[in-house]
């Protein structure tokens, strides 16, 4: 394996997406060299039909090369767990969460009975994340039914090997939090950003985080009931001087390697 790396650098940003009919059942974003690309496929596949979420019907794996002289590295925002009693507190933390980050109140509680209700005009859920106007609430996908989706983003093999010590210790090393921590560090550099809202639509998965500049990836172990099959998340983003081409362009295409960590902070309460 060294030695096809040393002869062939080659990077591939590889993704999943499966869905039954309308409804977005899995989704997944890496990026990784040419030699894992079959086995990681089969792996993605054999996810995507695990699903608690239920049988896909149509299953895409995509795969396509990228020019290193592309790639952005950066650093993991920090992680702070705020301990809450249940679902009724956690969102009311993740809402004081929001505001700070400098979301307005109103346009954050539309936007998160939205994720509680299912924000597609169709019924159901996203499989990409709502783009809302951090003072208004106003929605500003092009697509309502789909959302705008962060793809080509992954770790490097060493800030992957030193993430999963640090989740591992806090009882954290699971492929939500891994796979959360990545997407929200990648959107958290989009051109725009005031602060991501997110939780789970796997109906057995409760946690969600709100992540900003600021405060970085702050989780909230209930932020919906266990059975509960909706989820989402939003991008909450500063309109002035707003270029939505340019956000989408960077959230879509733009591949980003994140080669150091952050650090988690010590737990909060909430209420404080
Ligand atoms: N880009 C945009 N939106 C996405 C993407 C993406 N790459 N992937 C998923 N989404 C949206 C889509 O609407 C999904 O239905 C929704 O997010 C939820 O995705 O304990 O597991 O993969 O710290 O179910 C967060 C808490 C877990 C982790 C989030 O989300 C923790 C999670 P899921
Ligand atoms: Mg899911």
């Known amino acids: 394996m060294l030695a096809f790396r040393a002869m062939n650098g080659d990077l591939f940003s590889i993704r999943m997406r499966a869905s039954r009919g ?11 060299p040419g030699e894992v690309l ?3 496929s089969a792996a993605l596949t054999q996810r995507a039909l ?24 950066a650093r993991l925002p920090d992680l702070t767990t705020v301990r809450v009693s249940d679902v009724t507190a956690g969102r ?5 969460e929001l505001v700070l980050a400098g979301v307005n109140e109103g346009a954050a509680k539309v936007t998160m009975r939205l994720l509680a209700t299912g924000a597609n005009p169709a019924g159901g859920g996203l499989r990409g994340a709502l783009l809302v106007d951090a003072a208004t609430g106003e929605r500003l996908e092009p697509d309502p039914g789909r959302g705008v989706r962060a793809s080509r983003m992954d770790l490097s ?11 591992a ?3 954290l090393d699971n492929e939500h939090v891994r796979e959360a921590l990545v997407l929200a560090a990648k959107v958290r550099l989009m051109p725009g950003y005031v602060a991501e809202l997110c939780w789970s639509d796997d109906p057995d998965y409760s946690a969600g985080y709100v992540c900003s500049l600021q405060r970085g990836y702050v989780r909230f172990p209930y932020l919906k009931p266990f059975g509960d099959p909706n989820g989402g998340r939003a991008f909450f ?6 270029d939505r081409e340019a956000a989408i362009a960077f959230l879509q295409r733009i591949p980003v390697i994140f080669d150091q960590i952050g650090i988690i902070c010590p737990d909060e309460e909430y209420p404080a």
């Open 157 to 167: 093999v060493a800030a992957e090997a030193e993430m999963r010590g640090m989740l």
């Open 92 to 96: 009311a933390a993740a809402l004081a």
């Open 50 to 73: 695990e699903h608690p979420r239920g049988i896909p019907d149509d299953i895409h794996v995509s795969i396509e090369l990228l020019n290193p002289a592309h790639i952005v590295h």
């Open 38 to 40: 079959a086995t990681l």
């Open 169 to 171: 210790a806090h009882g």
């Open 237 to 242: 983003v500063r309109r002035v001087g707003f």
């Open 22 to 32: 309308s409804e977005h059942i899995s989704g997944a974003e890496r990026i990784v």
